[in-house]
T-cell receptor
Framework: AQSVTQPDIHITVSEGASLELRCNYS??????LFWYVQSPGQGLQLLLK??????LVQGIKGFEAEFKRSQSSFNLRKPSVHWSDAAEYFC???????????????FGQGTILTVHP | DTGVSQNPRHKITKRGQNVTFRCDPI?????LYWYRQTLGQGPEFLTY????????KSRLLSDRFSAERPKGSFSTLEIQRTEQGDSAMYLC????????????FGSGTRLTVV
């Protein structure tokens, strides 16, 4: 069965500083990997996804993530954090469901990001 | 694209009562998913439908839980004889069967069992 580990429950950074959120996954095949962001009282918004190809993927809001198969990692990065980035971030792995589509997602427990002015 | 709509947004119920939540997916989407999210945790998969067929159910979905998607449109999730441990955010998502199957999540229904 697939699993996702986000080692950091809570991270605090200063506005303008760089950010890296860690994600490790366990899955027996080529994974479909995702990062979602959730603000209080809101649904989940997709930041970026990796299916295949280039291991460095670009997402919305200036985020990027790098897939490293040898380390089973998919860490999320941003060069300069803005106060509006404060939210909870979830890494997820998707189970292949035929063709290029995926089915259910398995999420990590999330990392809460606090941004200091 | 009106997004995925979930109703109600909040529900407070007494232990032992039955509750029902509704999810209206994006109209063209074939697949519909239910997830549960408790405080401090990521969403956990409950079940999913492809059109009107319920294709998979998680072990988390006890006998007190039932989900339906009549006619492959909206879906309902019912919890019978609610327990305090059922308190959570219930999230619905929908996607296309073909292509990448990208999800669109609703804003969720927050259930509080008192």
């Amino acid at each position: 069965a697939q699993s996702v580990t986000q080692p950091d429950i809570h991270i605090t950074v200063s506005e303008g500083a760089s950010l890296e959120l860690r994600c490790n996954y366990s899955y027996g095949a080529t994974p479909y990997l995702f990062w979602y962001v959730q603000s209080p009282g809101q649904g989940l918004q997709l930041l970026l996804k990796y299916f295949s190809g280039d291991t460095l993927v670009q997402g919305i809001k200036g985020f990027e993530a790098e897939f490293k198969r040898s380390q089973s990692s998919f860490n999320l990065r941003k060069p300069s954090v803005h106060w509006s980035d404060a939210a909870e971030y979830f890494c997820a792995v998707g189970v292949a469901a035929g063709g290029t589509s995926y089915g259910k997602l398995t999420f990590g427990q999330g990392t809460i990001l606090t941004v200091h002015p | 694209d009106t997004g995925v709509s979930q109703n109600p947004r909040h529900k407070i119920t007494k232990r032992g009562q039955n509750v029902t939540f509704r999810c209206d997916p994006i109209s063209e989407h074939n697949r519909l998913y239910w997830y549960r999210q408790t405080l401090g945790q990521g969403p956990e998969f409950l079940t999913y439908f492809q059109n009107e067929a319920q294709l998979e159910k998680s072990r988390l979905l006890s006998d007190r839980f039932s989900a339906e998607r009549p006619k492959g449109s909206f879906s309902t999730l019912e919890i019978q004889r609610t327990e305090q441990g059922d308190s959570a955010m219930y999230l619905c998502a929908s996607s296309f069967l073909k292509g990448t199957g990208r999800y669109t999540f609703g804003s969720g229904t927050r259930l509080t069992v008192v």
